[in-house]
Protein backbone atom coordinates (compact mmCIF):
# COMPACT_ATOMS: atom_id res chain seq x y z
CA UNK A 1 0.00 0.00 0.00
CA UNK A 2 1.70 3.47 -1.09
CA UNK A 3 0.95 6.50 1.51
CA UNK A 4 0.10 9.47 -0.11
CA UNK A 5 2.62 11.15 2.40
CA UNK A 6 5.46 9.18 1.12
CA UNK A 7 4.32 8.56 -2.81
CA UNK A 8 3.21 12.45 -3.25
CA UNK A 9 5.86 13.90 -4.84
CA UNK A 10 5.39 17.08 -3.21
CA UNK A 11 6.23 20.33 -5.07
CA UNK A 12 7.74 24.30 -4.35
CA UNK A 13 5.90 26.90 -5.90
CA UNK A 14 6.09 30.56 -4.64
CA UNK A 15 7.24 29.31 -1.26
CA UNK A 16 4.46 26.80 -0.88
CA UNK A 17 4.46 23.37 -0.56
CA UNK A 18 1.80 21.31 -2.86
CA UNK A 19 0.86 17.85 -2.49
CA UNK A 20 -0.33 16.57 -5.78
CA UNK A 21 -4.07 17.12 -5.84
CA UNK A 22 -6.25 14.56 -6.99
CA UNK A 23 -5.84 15.44 -10.42
CA UNK A 24 -8.06 13.16 -12.62
CA UNK A 25 -8.54 16.20 -14.95
CA UNK A 26 -7.67 19.84 -14.68
CA UNK A 27 -4.25 19.63 -15.98
CA UNK A 28 -4.04 22.60 -17.44
CA UNK A 29 -5.23 24.20 -14.60
CA UNK A 30 -2.94 22.79 -11.73
CA UNK A 31 -0.09 22.86 -13.69
CA UNK A 32 -0.95 26.87 -13.70
CA UNK A 33 -1.87 26.53 -10.23
CA UNK A 34 1.33 25.19 -9.14
CA UNK A 35 3.75 27.65 -11.20
CA UNK A 36 1.44 30.54 -9.33
CA UNK A 37 -0.43 31.47 -12.91
CA UNK A 38 -3.78 31.04 -13.10
CA UNK A 39 -5.99 30.09 -16.56
CA UNK A 40 -8.63 32.63 -17.13
CA UNK A 41 -11.11 33.19 -19.66
CA UNK A 42 -11.86 36.02 -21.90
CA UNK A 43 -14.46 36.10 -24.63
CA UNK A 44 -15.13 32.22 -24.56
CA UNK A 45 -11.30 31.49 -25.73
CA UNK A 46 -9.10 30.29 -23.25
CA UNK A 47 -6.02 32.55 -22.37
CA UNK A 48 -3.07 32.34 -19.83
CA UNK A 49 -2.92 35.57 -17.31
CA UNK A 50 -1.46 36.21 -14.18
CA UNK A 51 -4.42 36.73 -11.11
CA UNK A 52 -3.58 37.65 -7.63
CA UNK A 53 -6.96 36.12 -6.82
CA UNK A 54 -6.77 33.20 -7.88
CA UNK A 55 -2.97 32.75 -7.28
CA UNK A 56 -4.69 33.22 -3.42
CA UNK A 57 -6.44 30.71 -3.77
CA UNK A 58 -3.99 28.61 -4.92
CA UNK A 59 -1.76 29.14 -1.91
CA UNK A 60 -3.88 26.69 -0.03
CA UNK A 61 -2.96 23.32 -0.08
CA UNK A 62 -5.23 20.65 0.19
CA UNK A 63 -6.07 16.98 -0.16
CA UNK A 64 -2.82 15.70 0.39
CA UNK A 65 -1.54 13.38 3.46
CA UNK A 66 -0.98 16.44 6.05
CA UNK A 67 -3.67 18.94 5.02
CA UNK A 68 -7.19 19.73 5.14
CA UNK A 69 -9.39 18.67 2.38
CA UNK A 70 -9.72 21.16 -0.73
CA UNK A 71 -12.96 23.72 -0.53
CA UNK A 72 -12.92 23.49 -4.63
CA UNK A 73 -10.15 23.87 -7.23
CA UNK A 74 -12.13 26.05 -9.18
CA UNK A 75 -9.96 29.64 -8.18
CA UNK A 76 -13.20 32.49 -8.22
CA UNK A 77 -12.46 35.22 -10.23
CA UNK A 78 -10.64 38.14 -8.68
CA UNK A 79 -14.04 40.19 -8.92
CA UNK A 80 -16.22 38.04 -7.39
CA UNK A 81 -18.50 39.10 -4.55
CA UNK A 82 -20.67 35.97 -3.38
CA UNK A 83 -20.19 33.40 -1.23
CA UNK A 84 -17.21 30.83 -0.99
CA UNK A 85 -17.35 27.18 0.18
CA UNK A 86 -15.66 26.24 2.60
CA UNK A 87 -16.15 22.11 3.19
CA UNK A 88 -17.89 21.00 6.46
CA UNK A 89 -15.03 18.55 7.86
CA UNK A 90 -14.68 18.92 11.57
CA UNK A 91 -15.70 15.23 11.39
CA UNK A 92 -17.26 14.60 14.66
CA UNK A 93 -15.11 11.30 16.97
CA UNK A 94 -18.78 10.34 18.11
CA UNK A 95 -22.41 11.79 17.36
CA UNK A 96 -23.84 13.96 20.28
CA UNK A 97 -27.06 13.72 21.14
CA UNK A 98 -30.03 14.27 18.72
CA UNK A 99 -33.49 13.93 17.94
CA UNK A 100 -34.96 11.45 15.74
CA UNK A 101 -38.36 12.29 14.30
CA UNK A 102 -38.83 10.28 11.69
CA UNK A 103 -38.78 7.47 13.98
CA UNK A 104 -42.68 7.72 15.27
CA UNK A 105 -43.52 7.21 11.95
CA UNK A 106 -42.72 3.79 10.46
CA UNK A 107 -41.24 4.34 6.92
CA UNK A 108 -43.47 1.36 5.31
CA UNK A 109 -46.64 2.11 6.41
CA UNK A 110 -45.96 5.87 6.99
CA UNK A 111 -44.13 7.03 4.17
CA UNK A 112 -45.68 10.20 4.03
CA UNK A 113 -45.65 11.22 7.49
CA UNK A 114 -42.08 9.80 7.65
CA UNK A 115 -40.25 11.53 4.61
CA UNK A 116 -41.68 14.88 6.23
CA UNK A 117 -40.30 14.23 9.27
CA UNK A 118 -36.85 13.92 7.82
CA UNK A 119 -37.12 16.55 5.70
CA UNK A 120 -38.24 18.82 8.64
CA UNK A 121 -35.18 18.07 10.22
CA UNK A 122 -33.36 19.01 7.77
CA UNK A 123 -34.39 22.35 7.51
CA UNK A 124 -34.02 22.79 11.07
CA UNK A 125 -31.02 25.68 11.68
CA UNK A 126 -30.23 25.43 7.82
CA UNK A 127 -33.09 27.75 6.46
CA UNK A 128 -32.79 31.46 6.97
CA UNK A 129 -34.51 34.72 5.28
CA UNK A 130 -31.12 34.77 2.98
CA UNK A 131 -31.23 32.41 0.93
CA UNK A 132 -27.14 32.17 -0.21
CA UNK A 133 -26.61 31.76 3.79
CA UNK A 134 -29.05 29.28 3.81
CA UNK A 135 -27.55 25.46 4.22
CA UNK A 136 -24.52 27.16 5.24
CA UNK A 137 -23.35 24.43 7.99
CA UNK A 138 -21.08 27.25 10.22
CA UNK A 139 -24.05 28.92 10.78
CA UNK A 140 -26.42 25.95 11.93
CA UNK A 141 -27.30 26.47 15.20
CA UNK A 142 -29.54 23.34 15.71
CA UNK A 143 -26.99 20.62 15.02
CA UNK A 144 -24.33 20.05 12.44
CA UNK A 145 -24.00 18.98 9.12
CA UNK A 146 -20.97 18.11 7.22
CA UNK A 147 -19.30 17.48 3.32
CA UNK A 148 -18.49 14.44 2.11
CA UNK A 149 -13.95 15.17 1.00
CA UNK A 150 -12.98 14.58 -2.59
CA UNK A 151 -15.97 15.60 -4.73
CA UNK A 152 -13.68 18.08 -6.06
CA UNK A 153 -11.97 16.96 -9.11
CA UNK A 154 -12.30 16.67 -12.25
CA UNK A 155 -14.67 17.73 -14.86
CA UNK A 156 -17.80 17.61 -12.47
CA UNK A 157 -15.60 18.59 -8.96
CA UNK A 158 -16.90 21.77 -6.98
CA UNK A 159 -17.49 24.54 -7.64
CA UNK A 160 -15.90 27.32 -5.75
CA UNK A 161 -19.00 29.27 -4.66
CA UNK A 162 -21.64 27.28 -3.02
CA UNK A 163 -19.79 23.53 -3.25
CA UNK A 164 -21.97 22.26 -5.75
CA UNK A 165 -20.96 19.09 -8.12
CA UNK A 166 -22.41 19.33 -11.76
CA UNK A 167 -24.77 16.40 -11.66
CA UNK A 168 -26.93 14.43 -14.50
CA UNK A 169 -28.02 16.76 -17.49
CA UNK A 170 -31.85 16.83 -17.93
CA UNK A 171 -33.33 15.98 -21.45
CA UNK A 172 -35.17 17.63 -23.32
CA UNK A 173 -39.23 17.04 -21.88
CA UNK A 174 -37.99 15.42 -18.54
CA UNK A 175 -38.49 18.19 -15.81
CA UNK A 176 -41.82 19.09 -17.85
CA UNK A 177 -43.58 18.80 -20.99
CA UNK A 178 -42.38 22.92 -22.12
CA UNK A 179 -38.79 21.68 -21.64
CA UNK A 180 -37.09 21.96 -24.62
CA UNK A 181 -32.94 22.19 -24.12
CA UNK A 182 -30.51 20.33 -22.50
CA UNK A 183 -30.50 21.86 -19.16
CA UNK A 184 -26.72 20.93 -16.74
CA UNK A 185 -28.00 20.70 -13.26
CA UNK A 186 -25.73 21.04 -9.99
CA UNK A 187 -25.68 19.66 -6.05
CA UNK A 188 -24.15 19.13 -2.65
CA UNK A 189 -24.81 16.63 -0.43
CA UNK A 190 -24.63 16.71 3.63
CA UNK A 191 -24.72 14.45 6.45
CA UNK A 192 -25.98 14.63 9.82
CA UNK A 193 -23.26 13.95 12.76
CA UNK A 194 -24.43 10.36 13.16
CA UNK A 195 -22.99 9.52 9.15
CA UNK A 196 -19.81 12.41 9.80
CA UNK A 197 -18.73 9.88 12.26
CA UNK A 198 -18.01 7.11 9.65
CA UNK A 199 -16.70 9.69 7.16
CA UNK A 200 -14.38 10.97 10.01
CA UNK A 201 -13.07 7.13 10.75
CA UNK A 202 -12.73 6.25 7.19
CA UNK A 203 -10.64 9.51 6.62
CA UNK A 204 -8.87 9.54 9.82
CA UNK A 205 -5.83 9.13 7.38
CA UNK A 206 -5.80 11.97 5.20
CA UNK A 207 -3.52 9.82 2.98
CA UNK A 208 -4.71 6.29 3.41
CA UNK A 209 -8.53 6.18 3.79
CA UNK A 210 -10.17 2.96 5.44
CA UNK A 211 -13.11 1.95 3.48
CA UNK A 212 -14.10 -0.57 5.83
CA UNK A 213 -14.59 1.67 8.32
CA UNK A 214 -17.77 3.00 6.46
CA UNK A 215 -19.10 -0.42 5.59
CA UNK A 216 -22.05 -0.09 8.51
CA UNK A 217 -22.81 3.31 9.06
CA UNK A 218 -24.16 4.14 12.17
CA UNK A 219 -28.62 4.05 13.13
CA UNK A 220 -29.34 7.23 12.64
CA UNK A 221 -27.65 8.72 9.96
CA UNK A 222 -29.26 10.99 7.25
CA UNK A 223 -27.61 11.88 4.08
CA UNK A 224 -30.00 14.81 2.47
CA UNK A 225 -28.66 16.48 -1.03
CA UNK A 226 -29.80 20.19 -2.60
CA UNK A 227 -30.14 19.69 -6.34
CA UNK A 228 -30.20 22.75 -8.65
CA UNK A 229 -30.77 23.18 -12.31
CA UNK A 230 -30.03 25.92 -14.65
CA UNK A 231 -33.07 25.62 -16.36
CA UNK A 232 -35.77 28.51 -16.30
CA UNK A 233 -39.13 28.74 -15.26
CA UNK A 234 -40.48 29.32 -18.75
CA UNK A 235 -39.39 25.85 -19.97
CA UNK A 236 -39.79 24.58 -16.50
CA UNK A 237 -43.18 26.35 -14.94
CA UNK A 238 -43.21 25.08 -11.42
CA UNK A 239 -39.86 26.55 -10.57
CA UNK A 240 -41.30 29.51 -10.44
CA UNK A 241 -40.45 30.97 -6.95
CA UNK A 242 -37.49 28.82 -6.46
CA UNK A 243 -34.70 29.02 -3.82
CA UNK A 244 -31.51 30.79 -6.19
CA UNK A 245 -27.91 30.55 -5.41
CA UNK A 246 -25.61 32.12 -7.48
CA UNK A 247 -22.51 29.76 -8.46
CA UNK A 248 -19.60 30.26 -10.65
CA UNK A 249 -20.17 26.80 -13.34
CA UNK A 250 -19.54 26.46 -17.07
CA UNK A 251 -21.27 29.26 -18.88
CA UNK A 252 -22.89 27.48 -21.54
CA UNK A 253 -25.43 25.87 -19.06
CA UNK A 254 -26.96 23.56 -22.38
CA UNK A 255 -23.52 21.59 -23.23
CA UNK A 256 -23.86 17.96 -22.10
CA UNK A 257 -20.16 17.46 -22.25
CA UNK A 258 -18.22 20.35 -20.91
CA UNK A 259 -14.53 20.16 -20.36
CA UNK A 260 -12.42 21.50 -17.36
CA UNK A 261 -11.16 24.34 -19.39
CA UNK A 262 -14.32 25.49 -20.42
CA UNK A 263 -14.95 29.10 -19.66
CA UNK A 264 -17.16 29.18 -16.75
CA UNK A 265 -19.25 32.64 -15.33
CA UNK A 266 -21.89 33.20 -12.30
CA UNK A 267 -24.70 31.63 -13.43
CA UNK A 268 -28.34 31.48 -10.63
CA UNK A 269 -29.37 27.91 -10.62
CA UNK A 270 -33.04 27.29 -9.21
CA UNK A 271 -33.92 24.38 -6.47
CA UNK A 272 -35.33 21.44 -7.89
CA UNK A 273 -35.30 18.07 -5.97
CA UNK A 274 -34.20 17.26 -2.81
CA UNK A 275 -32.89 14.26 -1.41
CA UNK A 276 -32.84 12.13 1.55
CA UNK A 277 -31.35 9.26 2.89
CA UNK A 278 -32.14 7.73 6.25
CA UNK A 279 -30.24 4.81 7.87
CA UNK A 280 -33.47 3.21 9.86
CA UNK A 281 -33.75 -0.52 11.44
CA UNK A 282 -37.60 -0.42 10.91
CA UNK A 283 -36.98 -0.27 6.98
CA UNK A 284 -35.97 -3.83 6.09
CA UNK A 285 -32.76 -2.93 4.22
CA UNK A 286 -31.74 -1.03 6.81
CA UNK A 287 -31.95 2.21 5.03
CA UNK A 288 -34.72 4.18 3.35
CA UNK A 289 -35.01 6.63 0.58
CA UNK A 290 -37.23 9.65 -0.25
CA UNK A 291 -37.23 12.55 -2.49
CA UNK A 292 -39.07 16.03 -2.78
CA UNK A 293 -39.28 18.33 -5.66
CA UNK A 294 -39.64 22.16 -6.03
CA UNK A 295 -42.86 23.25 -6.32
CA UNK A 296 -44.36 19.92 -6.30
CA UNK A 297 -43.48 19.43 -10.74
CA UNK A 298 -45.85 19.88 -13.20
CA UNK A 299 -48.97 21.32 -12.79
CA UNK A 300 -47.95 21.95 -9.08
CA UNK A 301 -48.89 24.67 -6.59
CA UNK A 302 -47.32 27.94 -6.93
CA UNK A 303 -45.40 29.27 -4.07
CA UNK A 304 -41.93 30.47 -3.12
CA UNK A 305 -38.96 29.31 -0.80
CA UNK A 306 -37.28 26.73 0.46
CA UNK A 307 -40.45 24.63 1.62
CA UNK A 308 -42.35 24.75 -0.91
CA UNK A 309 -41.71 21.43 -2.03
CA UNK A 310 -43.91 18.37 -2.59
CA UNK A 311 -42.45 14.43 -1.95
CA UNK A 312 -42.44 12.10 -5.02
CA UNK A 313 -41.87 9.37 -3.18
CA UNK A 314 -40.10 6.78 -0.41
CA UNK A 315 -38.43 3.65 -1.55
CA UNK A 316 -37.35 0.76 1.03
CA UNK A 317 -36.89 -2.05 -1.35
CA UNK A 318 -36.33 -2.55 -4.86
CA UNK A 319 -39.53 -5.08 -5.33
CA UNK A 320 -37.14 -7.40 -6.87
CA UNK A 321 -38.48 -9.44 -10.32
CA UNK A 322 -41.52 -6.95 -10.68
CA UNK A 323 -42.73 -7.70 -14.10
CA UNK A 324 -43.13 -4.23 -15.02
CA UNK A 325 -47.29 -3.88 -14.27
CA UNK A 326 -49.27 -3.69 -11.08
CA UNK A 327 -48.39 -1.91 -8.04
CA UNK A 328 -44.85 -1.75 -6.51
CA UNK A 329 -44.44 -3.23 -2.69
CA UNK A 330 -42.07 -1.84 -1.51
CA UNK A 331 -42.25 1.91 -2.52
CA UNK A 332 -44.74 4.91 -2.00
CA UNK A 333 -45.14 7.28 -4.56
CA UNK A 334 -47.22 9.91 -3.80
CA UNK A 335 -49.97 10.25 -6.44
CA UNK A 336 -50.56 13.77 -5.61
CA UNK A 337 -46.79 14.43 -7.94
CA UNK A 338 -47.03 13.58 -12.06
CA UNK A 339 -43.16 13.66 -13.05
CA UNK A 340 -42.83 13.11 -16.54
CA UNK A 341 -40.81 10.40 -15.52
CA UNK A 342 -39.62 7.99 -12.48
CA UNK A 343 -37.28 4.91 -12.64
CA UNK A 344 -36.94 1.99 -14.24
CA UNK A 345 -40.28 0.12 -14.63
CA UNK A 346 -41.47 2.92 -12.45
CA UNK A 347 -39.66 2.88 -9.32
CA UNK A 348 -38.76 5.51 -7.23
CA UNK A 349 -36.61 8.17 -8.95
CA UNK A 350 -35.84 11.69 -8.73
CA UNK A 351 -36.52 14.55 -11.56
CA UNK A 352 -32.73 15.10 -12.20
CA UNK A 353 -32.10 11.04 -12.33
CA UNK A 354 -31.75 8.70 -14.75
CA UNK A 355 -34.89 6.49 -15.89
CA UNK A 356 -33.40 3.06 -15.87
CA UNK A 357 -32.51 2.87 -12.71
CA UNK A 358 -33.98 3.89 -8.50
CA UNK A 359 -32.41 5.67 -5.68
CA UNK A 360 -31.88 2.33 -3.90
CA UNK A 361 -30.71 0.52 -7.07
CA UNK A 362 -27.73 2.88 -8.05
CA UNK A 363 -26.93 3.86 -4.29
CA UNK A 364 -26.54 -0.39 -3.62
CA UNK A 365 -23.46 -0.12 -5.59
CA UNK A 366 -21.42 1.89 -3.02
CA UNK A 367 -18.58 0.10 -2.73
CA UNK A 368 -14.94 -0.14 -2.93
CA UNK A 369 -13.26 -0.34 -5.87
CA UNK A 370 -16.52 1.39 -7.35
CA UNK A 371 -19.11 -0.49 -8.63
CA UNK A 372 -20.97 -0.36 -11.80
CA UNK A 373 -23.74 2.35 -10.90
CA UNK A 374 -26.51 1.56 -13.40
CA UNK A 375 -27.47 -1.62 -15.66
CA UNK A 376 -24.93 -1.21 -18.51
CA UNK A 377 -26.57 -1.15 -22.12
CA UNK A 378 -27.82 -4.83 -23.17
CA UNK A 379 -26.99 -6.13 -20.10
CA UNK A 380 -29.82 -7.88 -17.42
CA UNK A 381 -30.49 -4.88 -15.30
CA UNK A 382 -31.67 -7.85 -13.01
CA UNK A 383 -28.93 -7.55 -10.41
CA UNK A 384 -29.54 -3.88 -9.91
CA UNK A 385 -32.69 -4.37 -8.44
CA UNK A 386 -31.94 -7.06 -5.61
CA UNK A 387 -32.71 -6.24 -2.35
CA UNK A 388 -29.18 -5.68 -0.64
CA UNK A 389 -29.33 -5.21 3.16
CA UNK A 390 -27.07 -2.74 4.75
CA UNK A 391 -23.50 -3.78 5.17
CA UNK A 392 -23.30 -5.92 2.31
CA UNK A 393 -21.33 -5.01 -1.25
CA UNK A 394 -23.03 -4.96 -4.56
CA UNK A 395 -20.25 -7.55 -5.61
CA UNK A 396 -18.83 -10.16 -4.22
CA UNK A 397 -14.98 -9.42 -2.59
CA UNK A 398 -15.74 -6.18 -2.69
CA UNK A 399 -15.89 -3.57 0.40
CA UNK A 400 -19.26 -2.22 1.18
CA UNK A 401 -19.44 1.62 1.77
CA UNK A 402 -23.16 1.32 2.95
CA UNK A 403 -25.09 2.95 0.37
CA UNK A 404 -22.83 5.98 0.29
CA UNK A 405 -21.91 6.96 -3.34
CA UNK A 406 -19.97 10.38 -2.28
CA UNK A 407 -17.68 7.69 -0.13
CA UNK A 408 -17.37 5.91 -2.78
CA UNK A 409 -17.16 8.43 -5.76
CA UNK A 410 -14.73 10.62 -3.31
CA UNK A 411 -12.41 7.07 -2.60
CA UNK A 412 -12.46 6.67 -6.19
CA UNK A 413 -10.91 9.90 -6.93
CA UNK A 414 -8.82 9.72 -4.88
CA UNK A 415 -7.03 6.28 -5.82
CA UNK A 416 -6.74 7.37 -9.39
CA UNK A 417 -5.22 10.81 -7.88
CA UNK A 418 -2.74 8.35 -6.47
CA UNK A 419 -2.11 6.42 -9.59
CA UNK A 420 -1.49 9.69 -11.34
CA UNK A 421 0.53 11.03 -8.94
CA UNK A 422 2.73 7.56 -8.95
CA UNK A 423 3.64 7.90 -12.48
CA UNK A 424 6.53 9.70 -13.31
CA UNK A 425 6.49 9.64 -17.33
CA UNK A 426 4.71 13.11 -17.89
CA UNK A 427 3.38 11.23 -21.20
CA UNK A 428 1.77 8.93 -19.35
CA UNK A 429 0.77 10.93 -17.09
CA UNK A 430 -1.13 12.77 -19.46
CA UNK A 431 -2.71 9.94 -21.48
CA UNK A 432 -4.10 8.68 -17.99
CA UNK A 433 -5.41 12.04 -17.47
CA UNK A 434 -7.49 12.18 -21.14
CA UNK A 435 -8.56 8.81 -20.31
CA UNK A 436 -10.51 10.47 -16.83
CA UNK A 437 -11.48 12.96 -19.27
CA UNK A 438 -13.62 10.85 -21.42
CA UNK A 439 -14.74 8.82 -18.22
CA UNK A 440 -15.95 12.27 -16.77
CA UNK A 441 -18.09 12.48 -20.09
CA UNK A 442 -20.90 11.32 -18.14
CA UNK A 443 -21.33 12.30 -14.27
CA UNK A 444 -21.17 9.55 -11.79
CA UNK A 445 -24.93 10.28 -11.58
CA UNK A 446 -25.89 9.63 -15.36
CA UNK A 447 -23.94 5.93 -14.45
CA UNK A 448 -21.28 7.16 -15.38
CA UNK A 449 -18.62 4.33 -16.17
CA UNK A 450 -16.68 3.25 -12.53
CA UNK A 451 -13.21 4.79 -12.75
C1 LIG B 1 -27.72 6.57 -11.24
C2 LIG B 1 -27.20 6.80 -9.93
C3 LIG B 1 -27.99 7.52 -8.85
C4 LIG B 1 -29.34 7.51 -8.63
C5 LIG B 1 -30.41 6.87 -9.45
C6 LIG B 1 -29.53 8.25 -7.42
N1 LIG B 1 -28.35 8.69 -6.91
FE1 LIG B 1 -28.05 9.60 -5.12
N2 LIG B 1 -26.12 9.87 -5.59
C7 LIG B 1 -25.49 9.34 -6.69
C8 LIG B 1 -24.08 9.69 -6.64
C9 LIG B 1 -23.05 9.29 -7.67
C10 LIG B 1 -23.89 10.42 -5.47
C11 LIG B 1 -22.57 10.97 -4.93
C12 LIG B 1 -22.03 12.05 -5.75
C13 LIG B 1 -22.94 13.21 -5.78
O1 LIG B 1 -23.35 13.70 -4.72
O2 LIG B 1 -23.27 13.62 -6.87
C14 LIG B 1 -25.20 10.52 -4.82
C15 LIG B 1 -25.40 11.16 -3.61
C16 LIG B 1 -26.58 11.10 -2.91
C17 LIG B 1 -26.75 11.56 -1.55
C18 LIG B 1 -25.67 12.13 -0.66
C19 LIG B 1 -25.19 11.05 0.27
C20 LIG B 1 -24.59 9.85 -0.45
O3 LIG B 1 -25.16 8.76 -0.35
O4 LIG B 1 -23.58 9.97 -1.13
C21 LIG B 1 -28.07 11.33 -1.22
C22 LIG B 1 -28.73 11.61 0.10
C23 LIG B 1 -28.71 10.76 -2.39
N3 LIG B 1 -27.77 10.62 -3.39
C24 LIG B 1 -30.03 10.39 -2.44
C25 LIG B 1 -30.64 9.86 -3.59
C26 LIG B 1 -32.05 9.65 -3.70
C27 LIG B 1 -33.08 9.92 -2.64
C28 LIG B 1 -32.26 9.14 -4.96
C29 LIG B 1 -33.57 8.81 -5.62
C30 LIG B 1 -34.56 9.85 -5.64
C31 LIG B 1 -30.97 9.03 -5.59
N4 LIG B 1 -30.02 9.45 -4.74
C32 LIG B 1 -30.78 8.49 -6.86
C33 LIG B 1 -26.05 8.57 -7.66
C34 LIG B 1 -27.39 8.27 -7.77
Known amino acids: MLDLANGAKKRRAG ?5 LWGDRMQLRNRIALMSGVALAFAGGTTAWHRSGAARAQATMPCDTATTPFCNSTVPLPATWAGRRFT ?12 VTPWTAFNPVSQP ?20 ETSFDPTMNTVRGWYNAPWQDVGTNGREPAHGLTRERTSQPQELAPTQKQFWNNYAIGFYN ?4 TAIGKMWANHGKPDPTQASNMPEGTVGAKLLFTTADDVEVPYLKGAPSWN ?12 KPTDARDKVAVRLLQIDIAVKDKNAPLGWVFGT ?13 GWTNVAPVGLMWGNDPGYSGTGPLKESWINPAVKMP ?3 YQGRLNGPVDNKISSCLSCHSTAESPEGQMTPPNGADPAPWFRNIPSGSAFDPGRIPLDYSLQLSVGLGSFNTAKAIQNTRDPAKRRLMMKRLEAIDRLPPRDGGTAR
Open 341 to 343: HLG
Open 87 to 98: LAQGYPATSPAD
Open 247 to 258: VYIYKDVHNRFP
Open 193 to 196: AAGA
Open 292 to 304: FVYGGGPGGKPGS
Open 112 to 131: HQYIEAVLAYFYEGNIRPDV
Open 15 to 19: GQVFG
